[in-house]
């Protein structure tokens, strides 16, 4: 079968997403498929394009079995929203034409369709070819909660190109269960819908000393440690762990580490200096492959989300911290997928989102518990290896792929 996934971000990439697809793509692979990615060169945080994929034309490499054709787009600061919209047409001019190329039998591809929407059309449409959605965030709701979306007109085309493409896929693939509802209001039957689990590297990711040269080289070997790792955005709220952290300033022992890059990054750094916060570290985003000692660096990895996004998010680091075998710290919206993937696992605490005072009382509460912590640890790692390896993922996958070529066939599509 060949299979063409459609994703703007894949590693080396920053973005969430890329070492998913590439995990998905190489297991894929590894089951007798034929798999090409149609990519953006590397820029996610920043929006500034990698030094080794500065290039002006659409390139293809074989990258662990892979076919990985690359779109070229312009290295802009991605903070700003006309720039970033820019960079959006200019991956899906690249993608359409490259589909024109290519020889596939389904297609699965990675929404927002405000990425996608042109690509996809080509795909489906012109091509006529099945396709998979795959849903990671929920729009326009995620950009309104966040504020990004405000003026009624672009609310009413990002859920405009969301329902189409919707409506033209064979299937949609959900990562949450929370996820449906939202589904269903945009006009998706239950009968369309997949829940298909995110996948981690349980294989990289695993449990590790504190003591590692991560930690060493960052003075964190001797502290306990609390530990954000992820996207610096607007969607995190990480103002209040600065808050906490203030308030912990007579804790000498405790530092919190913010690791990654983002939009929010440089307005913390700025909040953390005027307010005299010293016992928060910012450090850049690491390379995958440092993950695992970066996320066993830590005494408590927080996963948080602002008030009202849970809903809409079930942020990938979740499983990632899984795999390190550390407990979890959640400030997620009560009864949201992720708060329930938590207490299901037994792999951490959630709190109420946005309450630094709360925040500070629970990690007083686990770093007095080392015993509940390792537990919790435990349990994280048994639940990552059961629920959320990449082959079983890719075995999804590759089954729902030859479902939905069959049924799209009956119906007179030409694949």
């Known amino acids: 079968m060949d299979i063409l996934v459609i994703t703007p971000f894949y590693t080396p990439d920053l973005g969430p997403s890329a070492p998913l697809f590439q995990m998905l793509s190489t297991e894929l692979v590894k089951l007798g498929h034929r798999v090409s990615v149609i990519a953006a060169v590397p820029h996610y945080p920043t929006g500034r394009v990698q030094p080794a994929f500065h290039q002006k034309k659409i390139t293809s490499s074989?990258?662990?079995?892979?076919?990985?054709?690359?779109?070229?787009?312009?290295?802009?600061?991605?903070?700003?929203?006309?720039?970033?919209?820019?960079?959006?047409?200019c991956y899906q001019i690249g993608a359409a034409i490259a589909i024109t190329r290519q020889k596939f039998d389904v297609t699965v591809v990675s929404n927002p369709a405000l990425w996608v929407w042109m690509p996809f059309i080509v795909a489906s449409v012109f091509r006529k070819k099945p396709a998979i959605f795959s849903i990671h965030d929920l729009y326009p709701n995620v950009g309104i909660s966040l504020g990004v979306f405000k003026r009624k007109a672009v609310i009413?085309?990002?859920?405009?190109?969301?329902?189409?493409?919707?409506?033209?896929?064979?299937?949609?693939?959900?990562?949450?269960?929370s996820f449906r509802p939202t589904m269903n209001a945009l006009g998706v039957p239950d009968e369309k819908i997949v829940l298909i689990y995110d996948w981690v590297d349980?294989?990289?990711?695993?449990?590790?000393?504190?003591?590692?040269?991560?930690?060493?080289?960052?003075?964190?070997?001797?502290?306990?440690?609390v530990m954000y790792a992820g996207n610096v955005g607007l969607s995190q709220g990480l103002e209040h762990v600065l808050t906490a952290a203030k308030l912990?300033?007579?804790?000498?022992?405790?530092?919190?580490?913010?690791?990654?890059?983002?939009?929010?990054?440089?307005?913390?750094?700025?909040?953390?200096?005027?307010?005299?916060?010293?016992?928060?570290?910012?450090?850049?985003?690491?390379?995958?492959?440092?993950?695992?000692?970066?996320?066993?660096?830590?005494?408590?990895?927080?996963?948080?989300?602002?008030?009202?996004?849970?809903a809409t998010a079930l942020p990938s680091k979740t499983y990632s911290i899984f795999a390190s075998g550390r407990p979890i710290l959640a400030c997620v919206d009560d009864g949201c997928e992720t708060a329930d993937l938590i207490h299901n696992s037994g792999a951490g605490i959630c709190i109420k989102p946005e309450t630094p005072e709360e925040l500070v009382k629970t990690i007083l509460f686990l770093k007095n518990n080392p015993e509940l912590r390792e537990e919790m640890g435990r349990n994280g790692r048994k639940w990552a290896e059961a629920h959320h390896s990449p082959s079983s993922a890719a075995k999804k996958i590759a089954d729902l792929s030859c479902r939905v070529i069959e049924t799209h066939s009956g119906k007179g599509g030409n694949t």
Request: aromatic share 6%; glycine share 6%; net charge neutral.
């Open 202 to 225: 349980t294989d990289l990711i695993r449990p590790l000393s504190q003591r590692n040269g991560f930690a060493n080289e960052n003075h964190l070997e001797n502290k306990f440690v």
């Open 62 to 89: 074989l990258e662990n079995g892979v076919n990985v054709i690359r779109i070229p787009v312009p290295s802009l600061d991605r903070s700003n929203l006309t720039k970033r919209y820019f960079q959006f047409i």
């Open 248 to 310: 912990l300033k007579d804790q000498e022992e405790i530092q919190f580490a913010i690791i990654g890059e983002g939009t929010a990054r440089k307005e913390l750094i700025r909040q953390a200096d005027e307010e005299g916060i010293k016992n928060v570290t910012f450090i850049p985003f690491q390379p995958r492959e440092r993950l695992p000692e970066v996320l066993s660096t830590a005494d408590i990895s927080l996963v948080i989300l602002r008030a009202g996004v849970g």
């Open 156 to 177: 009413s085309a990002v859920s405009g190109l969301e329902k189409f493409v919707l409506k033209r896929s064979d299937v949609v693939r959900i990562l949450s269960e």
